[in-house]
């Protein structure tokens, strides 16, 4: 896992950020925060939506800057729409990952944005993949980034499981990006959650005030 | 909260790189670590890892981060392993002095004031995160955390050093007040080896040491005894 340290260089608005996808027994929970920052000193928007859908049952969640970020999706978005198309069936999560790793890779000099993607498939089911700073492609069956995520790696480590239930997984989710959340001054609003299973796609948002509490708060 | 996050301290390198001895022989030691100090009724648990590194070079896979100011005061040493050990000696002389004076066991918050008046004073020149924890009659187990440059503040837990800025989920999530000693010690050793997987500055072995009115109980965790935790 890259640790996102180039937030504080990034120039004009930034998801200084916690963003995060697990798999777990039949889906794929993916979800972030919502506080998008100038500089680590101006709270820009506090409710920004970066869990930004790519097909049916693909979305992906941005780190880093917020206009190479959205820059991206959206050339990501037509390339894996006309992808579809073409294939006349619906796209492979890995192959959304690509597309977005072939645009990192090519544009490294000008682009300052790493992405996790999630999805199901009907090939390999529920997916996750984290595509870096510099366009590196890896599969994992839990990823964390952002600025926010250096606070949670020993929690991650320690308290996800492989095959866990929906509603185990959910709650492993809400609660690392609330301590995120907690710790990084960059990282905060509201929980945004997506649940990607074969049936379909379930938004939940958790809104500051009902986020756990953790015992110094 | 203000417990240091790390960065090693490197010296100048005098000459321009020679290819006649490796780059690590010009850094200077630090004590890029994890650290930690818990609270419980009756005393405090303290921990930390082993490894002392110069550049890339590990110059110590067995370090003792865990000093010992009084009987019943310790501290954990992160940042330069120059710059605290001085510190470290210094305070210990003056708390010994001033206990003599006292002809009193002293209070852990003198030695973290002690700390904290050195580490402020020349704040330009160090770079020294320690946390002072011990026992005493009058508060009982108590944590004071004196991160780089030179603050002061009670903490019921607190953690130190490069490989802290991990753990502080963990941290938050499994800490609960009113723990036992046991427990204190499971989740600092837990804690301890989360943080030691993923920082490259941490490593070794565990060191965990128990204080409170009884005296000072130490134990070490080596390899094969740490908590495992990788599932990915």
Known sequence: MEKRSADSQVKGVSTGTTILAATFNGGVVIGSDSRASIGGEYVSSKTINKVIQVHDQIFCCMAGSLADAQAVTKAAKYRLSFHSVQMETPPLVIAAASVLQELCYKNKEELQAGFITAGWDRKKGPQVYVVSLGGMLIGQPVTIGGSGSTYIYGYVDAKYKPNMSREECLQFATNALALAMGRDNVSGGVAHLVVITETGVEHVVVPGNKLPKFHNE | ?232
């Open chain 2, 1 to 232: 909260m203000a417990a240091a996050t790390m960065m090693p301290y490197f010296g100048q390198q005098m000459s321009s790189k020679s290819e006649l001895v490796p780059d690590w022989t010009s850094q200077e030691v630090s004590t890029g670590t994890t650290i930690m100090a818990v609270e419980y009724d009756g005393g405090v648990v303290i921990g930390a890892d082993s490894r002392t590194t110069t550049g890339a070079y590990i110059a110590n896979r067995v370090t003792d981060k865990l000093t010992p100011i009084h009987d019943r005061i310790f501290c954990c040493r992160s940042g330069s392993a120059a710059d605290t050990q001085a510190i470290a000696d210094v305070v210990t002389y003056q708390l010994g002095f001033h206990s003599i004076e006292l002809d009193e066991p002293p209070l852990v918050e003198t030695a973290a004031n002690l700390f904290r008046a050195s580490c402020y004073r020349y704040r330009e020149e160090l770079t020294a995160g320690i946390l002072v924890a011990g026992w005493d009659r009058r508060k009982g187990g108590q944590v004071y955390c004196v991160p780089i440059g030179g603050m002061l503040v009670r903490q019921p837990v607190s953690v130190g050093g490069s490989g802290s800025s991990y753990i502080y989920g963990f941290m938050d999530s499994n800490y609960k007040t009113s723990m036992t000693k046991d427990q204190c010690l499971e989740l600092t050793a837990s804690a301890l080896s989360l943080a030691m997987e993923r920082d490259g500055s941490s490593g070794g072995v565990v060191r965990l040491a128990s204080i409170s009115e009884d005296g000072v109980e130490r134990r070490v965790l080596l390899g094969d005894q740490l908590p495992k935790f990788s599932t990915h």
